[in-house]
């Protein structure tokens, strides 16, 4: 169904076209009822066949907010209703927003922004002060690579690391990517562009994500960086993606398997003085490098010599793949990475990654993240936190007395 008041707000969100089809929406819509023409689109929506599920949970929300503003007296010596009543005010369907979530069929109504973003967070307090979260929530992220970076993009938005996130992904979801993505059999072949920005998305309406569906290549790589950053609070304009043409990067996160992206975006970066962090997803790995804090830092800590972007486009299969072992580090691999090296394209279809070692990824993308962008004195390296190491099998315990054998 296609309305003219649906289709005059948004017309690729709201209402299916030739160029963007529901099943490859990933931006929520956010309607304001005490808009007219919000009001009068939502109406029509409510009444349309797309919609599926109304989900009006505003009371709840509310009595959270205000036990987060004070946690001694949240009602202020107030019945609850009295005070949900003088907070939402004589309209509580025109409070806060209404979001309305095209590839699901869901509306759902929220707080407004502010509001939505302090209750949100509030149980990250404070561990994160709501000062360093209103900071973390102003800085855009970049990430390329999202099978494993995905669940890095999701960790960052869901801990209030980043407001702002450009993904790029060439890939779709495939059934051997659901040992590790989080997703369902229902979304196989859906671009993980995509993928990731809806599960950010329903994480917090307000995100402003942008999205490369062709991943990161010499023709759009200067636009995934974006301009450079006056400062560490710029501003931003929406790009046609939703995102921010004219804001840069914060920060780089890098998992993506093509060796000239990889080099190429560090070079981007250095130039930018833009800090990378990359997971290995095998014993821990994290790289972090802080070209913020040095311009001539060289890539991937020297391990790779001066091999720069356009050295790699031209080598063979041979030349990368010991480019590649130079990366990462090839004596610090684990025995089963090691093993899979020598098999991969003969009895093993591609490189061994566990759901486990991805969490553990995005967990320690995310705490680095959150420490660089808030200013603390983080510098580069390489660190490891291996399990096996951490967690080491020992000699068998002895049996309880008395048990049978």
Same mark, same amino acid.
């Given at each position: 169904?296609?309305?003219?008041?649906?289709?005059?707000?948004?017309?690729?969100?709201?209402?299916?076209?030739?160029?963007?089809?529901?099943?490859?929406?990933?931006?929520?819509?956010?309607?304001?009822?005490?808009?007219? #023409?919000?009001?009068?689109?939502?109406?029509?929506?409510?009444?349309?066949?797309? &919609?599926?599920?109304?989900?009006?949970?505003?009371?709840?929300?509310?009595?959270?907010?205000?036990?987060?503003?004070?946690?001694?007296?949240?009602?202020?010596?107030?019945?609850? +209703?009295?005070?949900?009543?003088?907070?939402?005010?004589?309209?509580?369907?025109?409070?806060?927003?209404?979001?309305?979530?095209?590839?699901?069929?869901?509306?759902?109504?929220?707080?407004?922004?502010?509001?939505?973003?302090?209750?949100?967070?509030?149980?990250?307090?404070?561990?994160?002060?709501?000062?360093?979260?209103?900071?973390?929530?102003?800085?855009?992220?970049?990430?390329?690579?999202?099978?494993?970076?995905?669940?890095? #993009?999701?960790?960052?938005?869901?801990?209030?690391?980043?407001? #702002?996130?450009?993904?790029?992904?060439?890939?779709?979801?495939?059934?051997?990517?659901?040992?590790?993505?989080?997703?369902?059999?229902?979304?196989?072949?859906?671009?993980?562009?995509?993928?990731?920005?809806?599960?950010?998305?329903?994480?917090?309406?307000?995100?402003?994500?942008?999205?490369?569906?062709?991943?990161?290549?010499?023709?759009?790589?200067?636009?995934?960086?974006?301009?450079?950053? %006056?400062?560490?609070?710029?501003?931003?304009?929406?790009?046609?993606?939703?995102? %921010?043409?004219?804001?840069?990067?914060?920060?780089?996160?890098?998992?993506?398997?093509?060796?000239?992206?990889?080099?190429?975006?560090?070079?981007?970066?250095?130039?930018?003085?833009?800090?990378?962090?990359?997971?290995?997803?095998?014993?821990? &790995?994290?790289?972090?490098?802080?070209?913020?804090?040095?311009?001539?830092?060289?890539?991937?800590?020297?391990?790779?010599?001066?091999?720069?972007?356009?050295?790699?486009?031209?080598?063979?299969?041979?030349?990368?793949?010991?480019?590649?072992?130079?990366?990462?580090?090839?004596?610090?691999?684990?025995?089963?990475?090691?093993?899979?090296?020598?098999?991969?394209?003969?009895?093993?279809?591609?490189?061994?990654?566990?759901? +486990?070692?991805?969490?553990?990824?995005?967990?320690?993308?995310?705490?680095?993240?959150?420490?660089?962008?808030?200013?603390?004195?983080?510098?580069?390296?390489?660190?490891?936190?291996?399990?096996?190491? &951490?967690?080491?099998?020992?000699?068998?315990?002895?049996?309880?007395?008395?048990?049978?054998?």
């Amino acid at each position: 169904m296609t309305t003219p008041l649906l289709t005059g707000l948004e017309p690729d969100l709201l209402a299916p076209s030739s160029s963007r089809p529901f099943d490859e929406s990933f931006r929520p819509v956010l309607l304001d009822i005490s808009r007219p #023409a919000d009001a009068a689109a939502l109406a029509e929506l409510r009444e349309s066949d797309r &919609l599926r599920e109304v989900h009006d949970r505003i009371d709840d929300q509310v009595e959270e907010l205000l036990r987060c503003l004070a946690p001694q007296d949240p009602f202020g010596s107030r019945s609850r +209703s009295r005070a949900l009543a003088d907070t939402l005010g004589p309209r509580p369907d025109a409070y806060g927003r209404w979001a309305w979530y095209p590839w699901s069929g869901r509306l759902v109504h929220v707080l407004p922004e502010a509001e939505f973003r302090l209750v949100r967070t509030d149980r990250n307090r404070d561990k994160i002060t709501r000062e360093q979260q209103r900071s973390l929530l102003r800085r855009r992220i970049g990430v390329i690579g999202l099978s494993v970076g995905s669940s890095a #993009a999701l960790t960052c938005a869901m801990e209030g690391v980043g407001g #702002a996130f450009r993904l790029a992904d060439f890939d779709r979801l495939g059934l051997s990517n659901l040992n590790r993505l989080r997703a369902g059999v229902h979304e196989l072949g859906l671009e993980k562009s995509v993928l990731c920005a809806r599960r950010m998305y329903e994480l917090d309406p307000y995100l402003d994500i942008e999205i490369h569906r062709g991943g990161v290549d010499e023709e759009n790589i200067e636009e995934f960086f974006g301009g450079r950053n %006056s400062g560490q609070d710029g501003g931003q304009g929406k790009g046609e993606e939703g995102g %921010s043409q004219d804001r840069g990067l914060d920060l780089l996160i890098e998992e993506c398997d093509t060796p000239w992206v990889k080099v190429a975006a560090r070079e981007h970066a250095r130039g930018r003085g833009v800090p990378v962090l990359m997971d290995t997803n095998d014993r821990g &790995l994290l790289d972090i490098e802080r070209f913020d804090l040095e311009p001539d830092r060289p890539l991937f800590h020297g391990r790779t010599g001066t091999t720069t972007a356009a050295d790699v486009e031209v080598m063979d299969q041979e030349e990368t793949i010991r480019f590649l072992l130079a990366v990462v580090d090839e004596q610090r691999l684990s025995p089963a990475m090691t093993d899979a090296l020598t098999r991969v394209g003969r009895t093993l279809s591609s490189w061994p990654q566990l759901a +486990s070692g991805v969490m553990l990824g995005a967990a320690l993308v995310t705490d680095t993240a959150r420490r660089v962008l808030l200013g603390e004195p983080l510098g580069s390296g390489r660190h490891s936190i291996d399990f096996e190491a &951490l967690v080491p099998a020992g000699a068998p315990l002895p049996a309880p007395q008395g048990a049978a054998l």
